[in-house]
């Protein structure tokens, strides 16, 4: 099943770590990454999605983010990331303001801290106990996600081991 999930960082630093830690999952095949784009937010409040450096690149993994969650609601995730990845692409090389693709992801960048960063990745499969004993003592606060409850539970549990299930910092 295709997972969607957005994980705060205080930093751009650590969230370019996770990030790299997650493409060297991938390689290992820990995990099998569909997609994954770093978002920052400057000191002034400006959100922006760092992908690849060329447009068309860019709009395919904003497209293939979007077509991916709209194919999760449609329970055909890898058809909806290859329509939105093939529509992204083409929007892209025919304009480079992505907003319109974007607007999920700069969302959730409102979201953070002036001067913090986020990973958002889109995962179509992951060995949970190889995958999160890797990522975990990266920290990060949990934004958004797809996961069942009890997922989404384990996940919160192995980032922020300092937080209740409800979400509230111990002592």
Not at 29 to 45: P, Q, W, Y
Not at 51 to 56: C, G, I, L
Not at 113 to 132: F, R, S, Y
Request: hydrophobic fraction near 45%.
């Amino acid at each position: 099943m295709t997972d969607m999930i957005a994980v705060a960082y205080r930093d751009e630093p650590t969230a370019n770590q996770v990030l790299a830690e997650l493409r060297t999952l991938n390689t290992e095949h820990s995990l099998h990454l569909a997609d994954a784009v770093l978002v920052t937010r400057d000191e002034e409040g400006k959100v922006k999605i760092h992908s690849e450096d060329s447009p068309v690149v860019s709009g395919a993994v904003g497209g293939a983010l979007w077509g991916g969650l709209i194919g999760l609601l449609f329970l055909q995730p890898l058809l909806g990331a290859a329509i939105g990845a093939a529509t992204g692409g083409v929007t892209a090389a025919v304009t480079e303001d992505d907003d319109e693709n974007s607007a999920f992801i700069t969302k959730l960048g409102h979201r953070l801290q002036p001067g913090g960063a986020a990973v958002i990745a889109v995962i179509i499969d992951a060995t949970e106990e190889k995958v999160l004993p890797r990522i975990a003592h990266f920290g990060g606060d949990l934004l958004h996600t797809s996961l069942t409850l009890a997922e989404e539970q384990r996940l919160r549990a192995a980032i922020s081991p300092h937080l209740t299930e409800t979400g509230e910092a111990t002592v």
